[in-house]
């Protein structure tokens, strides 16, 4: 079900800092993305995730940026700057490799349909893939914890008062971290989807008085891939429904695909975002 996707705000002045403009035109329309457990909607998060890095990095190059850190006492805001870079690299890193262990999974699965030697073969693989697929909801909501330890940290520090384009330039890269860190979190949460449980014979009774119920459960079943490949593996009972779930695989490994570029842009932005920061506090 889609929503308007919010985050925490940390109140940035009324009247904003003119280096800090791009920045925070990014960050509201990044505010306005609606979120839906698809990737679709997920990439569009996360590439809007790479522009507002973008902008962040062209802030850190900017020579008053520059100016003004380096003649600062290096003390916490460096640190907490440098912590929020790498642990957001640290997160993204994660995010990867559980995508590609993923993604091989889901192709282990897909050549074993695409085979067809058996039912035992096919059953085999399927329970492969679940237990796979516990492990990786557990690191999910590992890494989800991780987030949100972080977005609590991110809002907990008091601002810097002695400079007003240093006080500009934290508390935008604050905000920037925890919508960075809510947009990491939707993902893992849509990684650790599991398939929907099991109905009696009354709910689904009860259900079928209510079309429009059902029609909007349905349509977020379809448009969530996880959610309709983990339906359809738990009705592999015929070779049409083989053919079917094969079909569903291939749309599901698409998706992976389609995550992984954007996950890898996002990698690279941030690994450029720290390289200026560590310039810049170097100087």
Same mark, same amino acid.
């Given at each position: 079900m889609s929503g308007k996707y919010h985050v925490r705000s940390i109140s940035l002045p009324t009247r904003s800092h003119p280096a800090t403009l791009e920045v925070e035109e990014a960050l509201n329309r990044l505010k306005a993305w609606e979120s839906s457990p698809t990737s679709g909607s997920i990439c569009n998060g996360l590439s809007g995730v790479e522009e507002l890095c973008k902008y962040v990095d062209k802030l850190l190059n900017m020579a008053s940026t520059q100016e003004v850190l380096s003649h600062y006492q290096k003390g916490k805001c460096h640190e907490e700057l440098l912590d929020g870079s790498v642990r957001l690299l640290d997160v993204c890193s994660i995010a990867r490799d559980i995508l590609l262990r993923f993604r091989e999974q889901v192709q282990a699965l897909q050549s074993a349909f695409r085979r067809r030697k058996g039912d035992s073969s096919i059953e085999t693989s399927v329970a492969t893939f679940n237990c796979f697929r516990k492990k990786m909801k557990k690191d999910a909501k590992k890494l989800i914890a991780s987030l949100k330890q972080m977005d609590n940290k991110h809002g907990a520090s008091s601002l810097?008062?002695?400079?007003?384009?240093l006080s500009a330039v934290i508390r935008v890269i604050r905000e920037v971290n925890v919508t960075n860190c809510s947009i990491f979190q939707t993902l893992l949460v849509f990684l650790s989807t599991s398939s /929907?449980? &099991?109905?009696?014979?009354?709910? !689904?009774?009860?259900k079928l008085m209510y079309k429009g119920v059902v029609a909007c459960e349905e349509k977020e079943e379809n448009d969530n891939e996880l959610v309709?490949?983990?339906?359809?593996?738990s009705?592999?009972?015929?070779?049409? /429904?083989? &053919?079917?779930?094969?079909?569903? !695989?291939e749309a599901l490994l698409t998706r992976i695909e389609d995550l992984e570029s954007c996950l890898e842009s996002v990698f690279r932005i941030l690994i450029k975002t720290r390289s200026s920061l560590l310039n810049l506090i170097s100087l």
């Open positions: 810097l008062d002695q400079d007003q384009h /929907k449980p &099991k109905q009696s014979r009354w709910s !689904l009774v009860s309709a490949v983990y339906a359809a593996l009705e592999v009972s015929d070779s049409e /429904k083989v &053919k079917i779930t094969y079909k569903k !695989l």
